[in-house]
């Protein structure tokens, strides 16, 4: 299994730290301390990506490799690119969703600024909708802590922990469940498949699985693992943080989104839309 | 040359259009007309994208096939595809841009929410930023309306009547100039050899690289075309609508984006710049 | 007529100019210039809007004499608060608009993040929606170019060549026209009721008058002057800038996205309005 | 006390809240509900706020009591309004601010459309820059959750009990802590000098004191209660949910942005920010 990013960048801290509390010993006004990022240098007029020259870049790669270089610090190897591909393809459109929606209605209000809609369209990429599968994702990383060798039986064990613990604070399990496919969701199938091919199905793969059977034998109901799910353990079975799994998604997305904003231009239906709505709403306050 | 879109999409008319004045006598209470996307439609739990099955998609095609399905119908031909990936690199990154200025400094502010980031990073590439392309491209279209021969001679006096028009109206013509390459813009030359090797270099590049000349002659000052204003022409000799420039442009920046959000979440420097800029403003005010 | 801002704050370009072409001879690394702000300074932890210390302000002085203070540089006279707060509730709400339901999309994908919920609804805020108060004042502003008695031949002519310009160039006159109130617009009628109280009804509220009457005239058919319309002649008769008009719209609109926001947080109807265009959609694809 | 919103609006559940796991049984294809809201109803093109006309507000009420109307369904009382105006004066700006920049570096790019700059800015008004007030009432009610009596003892008791599990989680505890006025923050005693008057100064106000007051006992040194931590306990006291902090602070925040916005039309300072950052950033680089 080639781990991507596991040697070169050490993921320490993904969000933002707070510290418990203000230090009033902590000196305010210390000097600037470097202004700079690693991802993108500039000399003079030319850019560089990670050391590499822009140019060159757009003579000698695609766009998949430039965004791992981007974001993971180096090119992708063959099956990580294949991987990395797949996460995209799989989220790039849903359909008339809450994220369209907002989209079409914002480009009608601002036919002049095509990225407030995408931006709009973006900004329901949050929690509920493209996010759970870094909250699965944290939420294996979290069960999996003290976890050392990995065997059946403790990936087990710290499902049946985590799985209580949820069940206990009345919470939900990211990751599990589905509305419609309760006998199980093809597209985990499908992700692990690819996960496999690629050599990204391990540990931590095992791990969610695991918590979907035993939320299953807590609950006396199947709960599939579903695709959020599934990605989270395969990104992190790739050596990504969570909020990679995030990133992914929304970059995924923003493909279908200008997809839809260009539908937009040419066959609106926001206006119909939004009439669809008032009726129902003028309906509704009627009754 | 392959012309994209061409046949199988007429981008009529990419702008909402407005009625010159509201009729009175128009039917204001119409019954709703068909709500659909052509983009993607669903079949109970299946996702179908221009017809394709989304779960096979993404075993079988990458993100650009899949992107290029989406935003113009089919999957692209191999120079299509060439074109569009160095389309989208060329504008991955272009260092601590205030675009990306932006997004690191809200997801100072929302940690929790990394799309909010993104978006606000996009909500900078308008009309100055990542929009001039289809600025540029309109005005070649508006130029090219009622050219039928495309001689060199008709191009040439075309960009002649564009150059005076703007001059004499004292807009700036979008898509030339440069403020360090005054000898010539080398990614305008990378850009257009790529479009040649693909078959993309066609009589709108021509046209802009006339609007460029014609406008160095004018002003008696060296004029190149600068990067936008080849992209320009590259796209309308791919067929595709000026609006299509600003989406290639959104959604290569989304990867960048993205990579200095992951960056600021492990290696924040939005708290540094904002002193600099307040110990700036202080200085000032003081003075 | 109290003309406000008129005197200490020369509104000289409110759109960010752009130069004819960049100069080569430009000096491309200039200095720092003051980066400061005249509506914000800070000393130490205290904080001043327009020297005013914000501790004594929230003490003593309600939100919108603090805006008009942040904005336009000084505190609103009593006509002019009287004024300021009509342009704000007059635009607080529409309805279950683009804009609330891009507000209620985004939530239900972010719950965590309210503030996104916000900015997406106010994106819609652009040309056709919450803008065209501006464009229409910018055009009012063109064609008073010139004017300088301003008697009502004066205006007349002025309306005259405006409505002929647009007519000729087939673009339409923002600020007329209304879908159902044919004979006239009661809201333009109560904003010039409350302009006239307090001062601001002048010259520009007469062009816009005259302008819509003449486009009547020219076309054959009633157009009345709409809210927008209306109200971009009384920006103007404040001494305002056109981006006034649309900053008036946001903040206004603002306070009407929070409570459909904290609506929909207790009362959620994004999923059913999700449903209802799902199913729309469902039933025109299968037509 | 006039506890506002007690009685008429049960703030049943603020967040959206999920099933802790998906019902298989659960029907998928229900009927619609009802879409409506009761902010804002329309009758033709007559437009009703809580069952007041548009019109009628827009001549007889100011802003804020517009505003409360829309979001807590009634006109404010006097005191009411009074602690309104001072919630939202109090974050109306606080100088070149990470959101501040946010929003002058997206109008650099996208001049066209300053509803953009706006949406940025707002977009960093999350869980560390604008949205602590509602982290702060959260814990407040949540500590509060068993309290029936609210005697000194009780409430001393539950600060101890909520101080003592965040320090067992090392968890920040949000509204407490001051990085300058390590002596008290003159905000706090402010706020609360005028929640005293407004009759707003109850329970939940002593018990942030008290929770301020055993952090500093159990850390050993002296942890002032901040302004987010001491509105967080007024906005309760008020009888309002913890996101109506939220939504203060974003309304009082959106005037400032508005006003920098406008300033940055005429007075640009943002190409001068991204300079600096610029040749820092060549500066580290270099280094």
Same sequence: chains 1, 2, 3, 4.
Wanted: charged share 20%.
């Amino acid at each position: 299994m080639t781990r991507f990013a596991g040697s070169f960048m050490p993921w320490r801290a993904i969000h933002v730290s707070h510290p418990i509390y203000t230090d009033r010993a902590a000196p305010v006004h210390k000097e600037h301390r470097m202004i700079r990022s690693k991802v993108c240098t500039l000399d003079g007029d030319d850019i560089y990506i990670r050391g590499h020259d822009l140019l060159d870049l757009t003579e000698e790669r695609d766009y998949v490799d430039v965004f791992c270089l981007q974001a993971f610090g180096e090119f992708p190897s063959p099956p990580m690119k294949r991987m990395v591909n797949a996460l995209l393809v799989s989220v790039a459109d849903h359909g008339l969703t809450p994220s369209v929606m907002a989209a079409r209605f914002t480009l009608y209000g601002s036919p002049e600024a095509m990225q407030g809609a995408v931006a709009a369209g973006l900004l329901g990429g949050g929690d509920r909708l493209l996010g759970t599968i870094s909250t699965a994702a944290e939420m294996l990383q979290a069960a999996a802590r003290g976890l050392e060798e990995w065997t059946d039986d403790d990936i087990a064990h710290a499902a049946a922990k985590l799985v209580t613990q949820y069940r206990e604070s009345k919470k939900r399990i990211p990751g599990i469940g589905h509305m419609i496919h309760v006998n199980g969701d093809p597209r985990s199938t499908r992700m692990f498949n690819i996960a496999k091919s690629c050599g990204y199905y391990g540990n931590y793969c095992k791990l969610a699985i695991a918590v979907a059977e035993e939320a299953s034998r807590q609950t006396g109901r199947f709960m599939p693992l579903n695709a959020p799910g599934a990605k989270a353990g395969i990104i992190l079975d790739m050596g990504l943080p969570p909020s990679a799994g995030r990133a992914f998604n929304l970059l995924g997305r923003t493909g279908g989104l200008l997809a839809h904003v260009l539908e937009e231009q040419q066959e609106p239906i926001a206006a119909d839309a939004w009439k669809m709505l008032r009726d129902a709403a003028a309906q509704a306050d009627g009754a």
